[in-house]
Nanobody
Framework: QVQLVESGGGLVQTGGSLRLSCAAS????????TGWFRQAPGKEREFLAV????????YYADSVKGRFTISRDNAKNTVYLQMNSLKPEDTAVYYC?????????????????WGQGTQVTVSS
């Protein structure tokens, strides 16, 4: 079992920054890949980024590459998503998720555990 709790969302102006955190508990944190997704109203859940168990590899969606950075601190059982140069189209509920498989995935159905989400709103 893995429990995930996101925090750090809020309201920010266009061009601003936010750092999301996802605190994990349960299964050993360094034993699974961790990803970030988002879902805007009326849209499917969208992959953003994923980081390996040790944190030495990360992969991004083209839509956020160069603006968002995923990182993890295995000593603190926490994964982060630093979001810069935010745009109104980044407005969504942001979720972290745990993938217990051997390799990373970009599709939400491959992930085993999810947090409850945190709202990010970017005003124009």
């Amino acid at each position: 079992q893995v429990q995930l709790v996101e925090s750090g969302g809020g309201l920010v102006q266009t061009g601003g920054s936010l750092r999301l955190s996802c605190a994990a508990s349960g299964r050993t944190f360094s034993s699974y890949w961790t990803g970030w997704f988002r879902q805007a109203p009326g849209k499917e859940r969208e992959f953003l980024a994923v980081i390996s168990r040790s944190g030495d590899s990360s992969y991004y969606a083209d839509s956020v590459k160069g603006r968002f950075t995923i990182s993890r601190d295995n000593a603190k059982n926490t994964v982060y998503l630093q979001m810069n140069s935010l745009k109104p189209e980044d407005t969504a509920v942001y979720y972290c998720a745990a993938d217990l498989s051997m390799y990373y995935h970009r599709t939400s159905r491959q992930y085993d555990y999810w947090g409850q989400g945190t709202q990010v709103t970017v005003s124009s």
